[in-house]
C-alpha cells in the first residue's frame, strides 16, 4: 500500500503564531465555533484573536488529537496542574443573555 504523504504551507504570518488563554466554545446542529481570546491584567474584556469554525467529527478529531498529545507531554514531562484558578475555557450556553454566568 503506497502512503500518503500530506504537504503544508507555513506562511510567514502564520507561523508567528497567536497568544490565547481563553477559549470559548459553542456550537450549532452542523459546527462548532471556538474563539480563542487574551485577557491581561489591566484589560477590561478579552481580545478575541482567532476564530476556527468546525464540522462536529473534525472537532471530535480534534480532541481525540489532543488527548493523545497531552497524554505524551505528561509522560514526558509530568502532570500538568491547573491548580485552583479560574478556568481557561468556557461554553457560551454556559452564560446568561445578561452575560453573567448561570
Same mark, same amino acid.
Given at each position: 500500500?503506497?502512503? !500518503?504523504?500530506?504537504?503544508?504551507?507555513? &506562511? +510567514?504570518? =502564520?507561523? !508567528?503564531?497567536?497568544?490565547? *488563554?481563553?477559549?470559548?466554545?459553542?456550537?450549532?446542529?452542523?459546527?462548532? =465555533?471556538? @474563539?480563542?481570546?487574551?485577557?491581561?491584567?489591566?484589560?477590561?474584556?478579552? @481580545?478575541?484573536? *482567532?476564530?476556527?469554525?468546525?464540522? +462536529?467529527?473534525?472537532?471530535?478529531?480534534?480532541? *481525540?488529537?489532543?488527548? @493523545?498529545?497531552?497524554?505524551?507531554?505528561?509522560?514526558?514531562?509530568? !502532570?500538568?496542574?491547573?491548580?485552583?484558578? +479560574? &478556568?481557561?475555557?468556557?461554553?457560551?450556553? @454556559?452564560?446568561? +443573555? *445578561?452575560?453573567? &454566568?448561570?
Amino acid at each position: 500500500m503506497e502512503e !500518503k504523504q500530506l504537504q503544508l504551507e507555513l &506562511k +510567514p504570518e =502564520v507561523a !508567528k503564531g497567536s497568544y490565547s *488563554n481563553l477559549a470559548i466554545i459553542s456550537h450549532s446542529h452542523s459546527e462548532f =465555533v471556538i @474563539d480563542f481570546a487574551t485577557l491581561l491584567p489591566g484589560m477590561q474584556k478579552p @481580545d478575541i484573536g *482567532n476564530r476556527i469554525l468546525m464540522t +462536529p467529527e473534525h472537532t471530535k478529531r480534534l480532541l *481525540n488529537a489532543l488527548i @493523545d498529545n497531552i497524554g505524551k507531554y505528561e509522560s514526558q514531562f509530568g !502532570k500538568i496542574d491547573l491548580g485552583e484558578g +479560574p &478556568k481557561g475555557t468556557f461554553n457560551l450556553a @454556559d452564560f446568561n +443573555p *445578561n452575560g453573567t &454566568k448561570s
